[in-house]
């Protein structure tokens, strides 16, 4: 029996010998083509399952026309990379065919999995080489904070030294974690409009979001802490007989931070509460230079996302 309250079509469950059945739509069943005795795949995600027809998804693809600047152009690359297009099609004029060849070799190496696979006449072919389901949102976002933990410790050792020698390595580590970064963006997207992908990668509705946050704010923390690099003579002076100790509590919070969402720590929070309250009292100091300020609001801008990562837990906690 089949019937529609407020827009949605409910179906009821019937019984057939031992089991309990219900029938799947007709036009759904006709568009995938499917027929008695096919099998389907189904997941369970939370409350809910996902049914699909086949394991493995059809490559999605895209074309992309050369009808603005290069820059508009890799652009549109980029775009269809993040919104989870594996195959993408640039056609370009033969002309400007090396330029743009040279560029998207630079993109590439920026989009993770991505590969120039085929060129021919007035065409360029890219195509995403990983499987979703080999490197997991989980795995993506241990790599981001254990890379977001390592530039951190880096900067604030720097600081507090003030040498620079770990300058060439941070740099090196905000590149890995912006590809990391664009290939979160890129699999949640994929599972958010396949909710069968996002059913094998095992998360609901609600942890796509949440990964989402806690890839954007730890993107955010390695940002920071790239850019306290530049300084290394700013914390000196009014600042410099407390650094030492913000060095200490932002460490011990990025660590509190992801132990609280990885792990569903609640334990976590009561620790990060009391050094964010100990961190601000150490940044309360009169009479800054317009520099210093800028160091301070960094450090607490830093401590700020901690607590925004931590705090994704009680979300999944309602």
């Known amino acids: 029996m089949t019937r529609e309250v407020r827009g949605r079509i409910l179906r009821s469950i019937m019984r057939s010998g031992g089991s309990l059945v219900i029938s799947l739509p007709k036009n759904w069943v006709e568009a995938v083509g499917l027929g008695e005795g096919d099998y389907v795949e189904i997941r369970i995600a939370g409350s809910s399952i ?21 820059e508009t152009t890799i652009n549109k690359v980029i775009a269809g990379y993040l919104l989870g297009y594996d195959l993408i099609e640039v056609a370009v004029p033969r002309a400007l065919k090396d330029d743009l060849e040279r560029e998207l070799l630079s993109v590439k190496d920026r989009l993770m999995g991505l590969e120039v696979v085929e060129e021919g006449e007035g065409r360029i072919t890219l195509k995403v080489m990983m499987d979703p389901l080999e490197f997991k ?42 590809r990391l970064y664009f290939y979160m ?13 996002g059913a094998a990668l095992e998360l609901s509705s609600l942890e796509l979001l949440d990964y989402r946050l806690a890839a954007y704010f730890l993107e955010n923390i390695a940002d920071r802490a790239h850019e306290l690099m530049g300084f290394i003579d700013v914390a000196q002076g009014k600042l410099q007989a407390n650094v030492k100790r913000i060095a200490e509590i932002l460490l011990e919070n990025n660590r509190h931070s992801m132990d609280a969402f990885l792990n569903n720590n609640l334990d976590a929070l009561s620790p990060m509460k009391k050094n ?9 100091i009169p009479n800054l230079s317009y520099s210093q300020l800028r160091l301070r609001d960094i450090f607490l801008g830093i401590a700020e996302m901690q607590h925004d990562v931590a705090n994704l837990i009680q979300l999944k906690l309602i």
Do not use: C, F, Y
Request: aromatic content about 2%; cysteine-free.
């Open 276 to 284: 964010l309250e100990e961190l601000t009292k150490l940044l309360t």
């Open 137 to 178: 949102p989980m795995e993506i976002l241990r790599r981001m904070w254990k890379l977001s933990d390592e530039m951190l410790e880096d900067s604030l050792n720097s600081i507090m030294s003030r040498d620079l020698k770990s300058s060439k390595l941070l740099e090196m580590r905000e590149e890995d974690m912006d």
């Open 50 to 70: 996902v049914i699909s027809p086949r394991i493995t998804e059809e490559p999605q693809s895209i074309s992309i026309k050369h009808d603005g600047g290069m």
């Open 185 to 197: 963006v890129r699999i949640l997207r994929k599972s958010a409009i396949n909710p069968a992908l």
